[in-house]
Each structure stands twice: as C-alpha cells, then as structure tokens.
C-alpha cells in the first residue's frame, strides 16, 4: 500500500488463540443464523469500510477447517492469504523450551505475520470479536489520516471498559490512560471481573476499576515499522525469562506501551462509537446470537451474510 492509498488495505485477524476458556475452537463458532461467525461480521463490514484483503493469522494444523468453514466465503469478495503462529519461530538465538505447549501471545502473533504483510500497513482485530462496522470506518480513516502521514504513528479504537466484560468469568483487557487524543500507557490486567471490579496488573498485584476506563480490544492501525519493534521487542521479552518457562506471553500492548515509553512511537486513540461483544465463554454465546439476530431484524446485515 502506498502511503496515501487504501487501494490494498490489509485486515490481519488473529484466530489462531486456542480459545481455552471457552472450551473449543471458538474463531469457527457459528453466530448467525446461516452459520456465520463473528468473524465474518467483523470481514463484512470491513469490506465494506473500504479493505480489500484479509490475512488470517492462524496455527498451520487449522489451516484445511478454516480455509473450508471461513476462507473460501470470501473468494471473489477479498483477498485472502493465511500467515502461521508457531511457538518455534523465534528471533535468531532463541529456541523454544521443549515443554511449551502454546504459542508467545498477541505480540508474538502480529509478528509472525511478518512475511505475509508486503511490508505495507495494515490493521489488526481479533477473529472472536465483534467490533461494529464504524470501527472500521475509523480504521480506513487513520490509514489515510495517521499511517499515511508518519511511520512512527499508530493508531486504535478503543472501549469503554463496563461494555466488554462477561457476566459469566473473567477477562483480560489491555486497561489505557490517554491524554489530548494520545495513548500515554496501555497495560494487560488479566482476571478482570466481580463487585467491586477488581483485576490483576501486569505486576501480579490485584487493583480496583471503575469500569469507566477505556481498553484496548485489539483494534489497531499500523504501519509495516510496527515489526521492528515488534521483533526489538520481542528480543527482550526471551531475554528475560528463565529458560524453561512454558507459560509466559509477550503481550501486543506491552510492546506498544514500550514503544510509546520509549519516545518513538505515538499512538491516536479514537473512541468507539459502537458497541463490542464476544464470546469469552460458551455461557456468553446465548447472547452474542441474539444481539446478531436483532441487527438481522432491523436491517443491518442480511441472512445469509454472504451469497453463495
């Protein structure tokens, strides 16, 4: 993608999470009513924001159901390509610990997709999110406005912490303080949930929320520079860790929050104007089916999603 275009506008989901919580293969879970996933609400109206290419980030074993069940929707409509998380691929001077059985995390994923993004920006969401059709809006927007304009500069939508809690467990979110528009820091609290809300920081220790706070979902703008740091990143997250740790995840807001610390990178916040839903558990997709059936209802998408 040129720096002022979004001829080829790239869609990268991350779908390649083992989905532990929720008790299966939660990306290919079906929402709609003619079988849709969340996903392919999120692709749709992507499409229809203006990408024009989706690369799903997946483990390579999962590639033949996926590419069954969700990639071949999309011929005719969008380019599709796949990139791979694998635990072993690892910045040169590192191996894997023998026993890990789960890839590096979030961080880990974006970077994994290095050689299939063309060197050019891209976005990033989730595969078992829904995000509402003006956040893509507003992603097209910052590749023109933000990415387009300065290779330093980042960009994502951001919610409102209250809407993107399960009422059946708990959660982890990347929590953000802003300033003026600007992401000043992001950190991942995991175990996020209960009354009083509470959640655990990034350094083990349990705090309280309002549940006013505004979270990063993964909804991010980038330009391909974001792999550098990405990787630089990553060098000194393996760097640290003992040897045989199997459970320890580097985190995408980690690295961008140190990418911010760091001076380098700046980051434009722009607020959701819609509302997030997922499916962290399997209680939660009772709902998630219903709200979809509502939008169906009052006319936002069409049942089927897409014709065959």
């Known amino acids: 993608m040129t720096s002022n ?11 390649a999470g083992l989905g532990t ?4 293969l939660k990306q290919l879970e079906k929402i709609g009513p003619s079988g849709e996933t ?15 290419r989706v690369v799903f980030l997946i483990r390579k074993e999962m590639r033949q159901q996926f590419e069954e069940q969700v990639g071949r929707k999309y011929e005719g409509i969008l380019e599709v390509d ?30 994994s997709a290095r050689s299939v993004l063309r060197g050019e920006s891209f976005a990033v969401i989730n595969a078992d999110d829904y995000y509402g059709a003006e956040t893509f809006e507003v992603l ?31 959660v982890s979110r990347g929590v953000c303080m802003e300033s003026e528009g600007y992401l000043e820091t992001v950190e991942e609290w995991t175990k996020i949930g209960g009354e009083p809300l509470v959640g655990l920081r990034s350094n083990g220790l349990e705090a309280s929320l309002t ?33 045989n740790d199997i459970t320890s995840e ?22 959701a104007s819609c509302s997030w839903m997922g499916v962290t558990y399997q209680e939660d997709k009772s709902s998630v ?20």
């Open 21 to 24: 919580r929720y008790g299966g």
């Open 140 to 170: 097209i927007k910052s590749f023109r406005e933000d990415l387009g304009q300065d290779k330093q500069l980042f960009s994502m939508v951001g919610f409102r912490l209250s809407e993107t809690l399960s009422e059946h467990g708990v």
């Open 5 to 15: 275009s979004t001829d080829s506008a790239t869609l990268l989901v991350l779908a």
């Open 211 to 243: 549940g006013s706070e505004i979270v990063s979902m993964n909804v991010w703008g980038f330009p391909f520079s974001v792999i550098e740091l990405l990787e630089k990143e990553f060098i000194g997250f393996l760097g640290k860790i003992e040897v």
């Open 38 to 52: 969340l996903m392919d609400y999120s692709i749709y109206d992507a499409r229809q924001a203006g990408f024009t």
């Open 250 to 271: 580097f985190y995408l807001p980690a690295a961008i929050d140190s990418g911010i610390k760091s001076g380098k990178n700046k980051v434009r916040v722009y607020p």
């Open 289 to 308: 089916v219903k709200k979809v059936a509502e939008m169906i209802a009052d006319g936002r998408y069409m049942s089927p999603l897409f014709k065959s």
């Open 82 to 111: 796949y990139a791979y998380q694998d635990k072993h691929d690892l910045p040169s001077g590192f191996s894997c610990p023998d026993k890990r059985e789960r890839p590096w995390g979030t961080g880990h994923a974006v970077w």
